[in-house]
């Protein structure tokens, strides 16, 4: 078969891990796998849509059947387990040297702004740290969506921080859950860059400055300490921003969209413009700031 692949949030930057799984299953079935061509027919071609705001491919696609998925077109499937299992196709993505992956899927939370609880469902276990990492390099770029949830995950971590491993845990730790023992274990990790946490409402301020006081008596530099911000009322993630920075803690805005296709207000994206503009961020007020 000849198949193409369409990474329709843009295969130049973040590695869409589904298609590098599907890359890697059909080439092991001598399948002709490569990004799709706009000249060329073929018997099938996937295209997976991380994001709702992306534009989806406008040409005609010439192919036998087109199988399209991911959070983006709506679809909270997954892929069959066989092809999940297929380690995955890094030859895609020249440019990306870490490994990509999931040590546990789902979570225990309900957070009314996020798909994890319709997509994934309950927490549970997915891939072991061995699992997951490349023969050809030693960071790992990891998914979970709370990996402090599960005992699964906590094992992970702790056999992690005994190895020539760097972790990068890319959608955030929950810091509700964050005790003085798992700091202690957060502490043995080798980090990529940064220890990321979440503040997406005023409520979390407490927890995180309890967190980040953890992780610092058990050694974590605070200089790593990094934190997705929410941003849907700007005055008070405005509070939040400054809150954050106060704590020592690196701020990184995020504008709300929601997944029926709405946009981010010109206010929340110019926020967000000014808290992630470090220099600006750093050196003049949100009242003053014309970005």
């Given amino acids: ?90 030859s895609m993505y020249p440019h990306v040297t870490h490994a990509v992956g999931f040590l546990t899927r789902g979570c225990i939370r309900n957070c009314p702004w996020c798909i994890v609880p319709r997509k994934e469902g309950e927490i549970r276990p997915a891939s072991t740290w061995e699992e997951i990492k490349r023969p050809d390099s030693r960071d790992l770029v990891l998914l979970d969506n709370n990996v402090l949830a599960h005992p699964h995950g906590l094992e992970q971590i702790d056999k992690m921080g005994h190895a020539q491993v760097r972790v990068d845990f890319n959608q955030g730790l929950d810091a509700r859950l964050i005790t003085p023992e798992i700091a202690r274990l957060l502490s043995r990790l080798r980090w990529i860059r940064f220890v990321r946490l979440s503040c997406d409402t005023a409520s979390m301020l407490p927890v995180i400055e309890q967190a980040a006081a953890y992780m610092r008596e058990a050694g974590i530099a605070p200089s790593r300490f990094w934190c997705y911000m929410l941003v849907q009322d700007v005055d008070e993630a405005h509070r939040r921003a400054l809150a954050l920075d106060k704590l020592g803690i690196t701020p990184f805005a995020q504008p709300y969209r929601d997944y029926d296709g709405g946009e981010p207000t010109t206010e929340q994206r110019r926020f967000a413009r000014w808290v992630n503009m470090r220099a600006a961020f750093k050196s003049c007020k949100w009242e003053d700031f014309r970005g």
């Avoid at 399948?31 to 099938?44: C, H, L, N, S």
């Avoid at 997976?48 to 696609?61: G, H, L, Q, R, W």
């Fill in 1 to 90: 078969m000849d198949i193409g692949l369409i990474d329709v949030d843009g295969h130049s930057g973040f590695p869409n891990l589904a298609l590098m799984h599907l890359s890697a299953w059909h080439k092991a079935r001598a399948d002709a796998v490569e990004w799709w061509d706009g000249f060329k027919t073929y018997d099938r071609v996937y295209m997976s849509k991380v994001f709702t705001f992306s534009s989806d491919v406008e040409t005609v696609i010439r192919a036998n059947e087109v199988i399209r998925g991911g959070t983006g077109y709506k679809d909270y499937g997954s892929l069959p387990p066989e092809i999940e299992a297929t380690s995955p196709d890094y």
